[in-house]
């Protein structure tokens, strides 16, 4: 499977994700933007591994994490959305988790072929 072909067309949904101008219901429930920050940033966290396994994780954490910088600093660029100082560290805590995970199950794959 071609995980770079998700890779990028992710990346594009998560560019457009993080620049949309959703519109607050004020139903919303308390801090779930956060988890969704989360969410978002762990999925590509771990398609990202699966895409650029010949990469260094610590190197592609760091891409990541700059992608997720200069996106949430843009936020703050857009009249219709704000840059949140949380939302950032749920973007890294999302990248930080996805890698740890892959790099477990990398690890666990390469012992069981031993």
Request: positive net charge; aromatic residues 22%.
């Amino acid at each position: 499977m071609n995980y770079r072909i998700f890779f990028y067309f992710y990346t594009l949904l998560v560019l457009f994700l993080m620049t949309y101008p959703f519109v607050s219901t004020g139903n919303e429930f308390s801090n779930i933007d956060k988890w969704i920050h989360f969410l978002i940033f762990f999925v590509y966290s771990f398609l990202a591994g699966k895409a650029f396994m010949h990469l260094r994780n610590l190197l592609l954490m760091s891409i990541l994490a700059i992608y997720a910088a200069m996106l949430e600093l843009g936020q703050g660029l857009l009249s219709y959305r704000a840059f949140e100082a949380l939302d950032l560290i749920a973007n890294f805590a999302g990248i930080l988790t996805g890698s740890f995970i892959l790099y477990v199950l990398k690890f666990l794959k390469t012992k069981n072929y031993r």
